[in-house]
């Protein structure tokens, strides 16, 4: 059995992504479902098949959460 590593992710990182994320979340609020399909493979999240624009949207607004509460815990 293997040892699990630690994976440390700086602010900068988290910041990134929050930006990638927000800004990707903004371009499928402005997408209809068949642009969704065509582009979602160039999203952040990778290729998900069967993934719906509604689905994508709340994975990314997960993310979000996830990535705030991750910074909130670095300021601690």
Do not use: Y
């Not at 371009?27 to 642009?35: D, F, V």
């Amino acid at each position: 059995m293997q040892a699990e590593t630690e994976v440390k992710v700086s602010r900068e990182q988290l910041e990134t992504m929050n930006r990638l994320h927000r800004r990707e979340l903004r371009q499928l609020r402005h997408m209809s479902e068949a642009q969704f399909q065509v582009f979602r493979r160039n999203f952040s999240f990778g290729q998900l098949d069967n993934m719906t624009r509604a689905e994508a949207q709340q994975l990314l607004m997960s993310m979000l959460a996830l990535n705030l509460q991750l910074l909130n815990d670095l300021k601690d």
